[in-house]
């Protein structure tokens, strides 16, 4: 499986951006797909996951601000973002997981102005 994420960028705080993460290879082996953030000096933590059947899960510091959808059909999940804040910097990585392990996407740098 590969992961070619896009969409990251500069905005001013109470704006929206959004992410995109296009699957590629074995896709039918996916379960899960989804979108972590990982600030400088912090942990990777998780923001928002979509199961194949739809199913979603919101870090809770996201939840009504972000929503995961997912496109079966282009193998593709995005993330809009939306009422972006300043602690929400970080560089985002897309990742799909199968029965068998995790996949990740480069990083995409989302940066929050003030």
């Known amino acids: 499986v590969q992961l070619q994420a896009s969409g990251g960028g500069l905005v001013q705080a109470g704006g929206s951006l959004r992410l995109s993460c296009a699957a590629s290879?074995?896709?039918?082996?996916?379960?899960?797909m989804g979108w972590y953030r990982q600030a400088p000096g912090k942990q990777r933590d998780l923001v928002a996951v979509i199961t194949s059947g739809g199913v979603t899960n919101y870090a809770d510091s996201v939840k009504g601000r972000f929503t995961i959808s997912g496109d079966n059909a282009k193998n593709t999940v995005y993330l809009q973002m939306n009422s972006l804040k300043p602690e929400d910097t970080a560089v985002y990585y897309c990742?799909?997981?199968?029965?068998?392990?995790?996949?990740w996407g480069q990083g995409t740098l989302v940066t929050v102005s003030s």
């Open positions: 290879g074995s896709t039918f082996s996916i379960n899960v």
């Open positions: 990742a799909a997981d199968t029965k068998f392990r995790r996949y």
